[in-house]
């Protein structure tokens, strides 16, 4: 599970961003924080519906409020154990295209750990659990399982007879094949605390009690928080590591100044036990006053049944081993949900389902014409002799906005140094009309943009942004790097210093 983070997924590299997507999720991949719980569906559709403009405003803690939610996270975090069923959804119009390891129930056993448990190989903070165990019940990936225990995972396709431990990536395995942990279970112990992702909660500015509702037989308060949070992105670029080699990931970097997320979440809670049934997170980016567009991202809810606090659970549960006649394979990593809301990042799902790009480095670069943002039409053809730069972006994408900063210091060094060099954002998959040019507009950047490129995107096969193609002065591909390497831009100054230099 990306902890609020949606996930864009390509070859060996991963971005997370506020699974806003979870975008956050991923989407996040969507380019957002899937799932931390995004209010799909809330328990309490009239309060849920305002504007964020409007909810920011309310900033009273109502001490009924601040009683239901003090009582869940003192439950919380005194469960030494949990099992429990919980459903992801998306809404109804994006349920049907969600991505398959999502769909369906899931059966979740989770043993909690004081201290700090086991970190997964490869550096990435674990979960606050000793061991997790998710099994899917029903949905097209049925009778998929996984453990991760003492710092290891093992996956299982009962359908294939096929299982892996995650291969070179680990803790991106672990992260990427856990979405269906109900986020609550980690927020609440973790409150205060840098997550995985590199997102850190502040303590609620907002609290209200807005009425009841029985989920699973249960009567539950439901009350409305609003919380900001600190979002840091970070990627890992193709070819970022050593063949064999798992990512080190270390600590998550500080986030991009200016990169804020505003959390709008309705929680259900059972009177009977002070736990969660229903979690729902409206994630929107900036302070939740601004009407920008491209603020908000995709909702998700998380409903949970059937939960037993502190059963008994034998150690057998979190075995690390395969049962026979299961055929070892490399990690697969999961698909994503795309800005529409289907794998993959088309509008309705129809990307081609292999997360390799179309195109390669040394390879032909595919020729286009686009609109760029005054009207005028620009081709790859009018740029022959020019290195390019393309960046695929949209503004409901965490880690684009995030990266968008360095375009513009790239742009303003080659354009003081007159060298032949164009850095190009190519909008993709956005949502709403005006909303790159209104976002740009506002940021102030000056570096070109060229709009509906979503076309484009698929000839080359993008399955996640920010991706960035730069584009040698003889028309071949120089180098491609899947979300940014660094904040700064150096390995893409490496990277078109070189096509320079040809």
Known sequence: ???????HAHRGGIMLTSRFTSSICAAVALCALTPSPLCAQSAAPTEASKSAAQTATDSAIEPKAQAIYDKSVAAVKAAKSMQMTSRVSFGEAMDASAPPELKGAHRVTVRFVEGAPAK??????PFPADSIRLETLDGPNAGAVVVLHG?????????????????????IAAMMSTQAFPEWATEFRELGKARPSGAKFSEPRSMKFVGTITIDDLECDVIEVVREVAVSSFAIAEG?????????????????????VTLFQTMAIARADGLPRQFATKPVFGDGT???????????????T??????KIEDSAFALTAPEGFRKVEFDMPSMMGPGGGPGGG??????????????????????TLINLDGKEISLASLKGKVVLLDFWATWCAPCKAAMPAMQKLHDEYAAAKKDVVILGVNTWERTPDAAKQYIAKQKFTYG?????????TKYGIRGIPTLIIIGKDGTIAAIEIGMSDSSGSSLRKAIDAALAK
């Open 306 to 311: 059937a939960l037993t606090l502190d059963p």
């Open 1 to 7: 599970m990306v902890d609020g983070c949606a996930v």
């Open 347 to 368: 509008p309705g799902g129809e990307m081609p389902g292999a997360p390799e790009l179309s195109f390669g480095v040394g390879e032909p670069a595919l020729d286009f």
């Open 151 to 171: 710092g290891k995972m093992l996956q299982l396709d009962a359908a294939k007879k096929t299982y892996n431990d995650g291969g070179a990536q680990p803790a």
């Open 290 to 304: 601004t009407g920008d567009p491209g603020d908000s991202a995709p909702c998700i809810t998380v409903t949970v």
């Open 449 to 457: 943009c060229l709009l509906n490129g979503d076309d484009l995107a």
């Open 240 to 260: 970022g590591q050593k063949d064999g080699e798992a990512p080190e990931m270390g600590e998550p970097p500080a986030p991009p100044e200016g990169m804020k």
């Open 120 to 125: 997964v190989a490869g550096g990435m903070p």
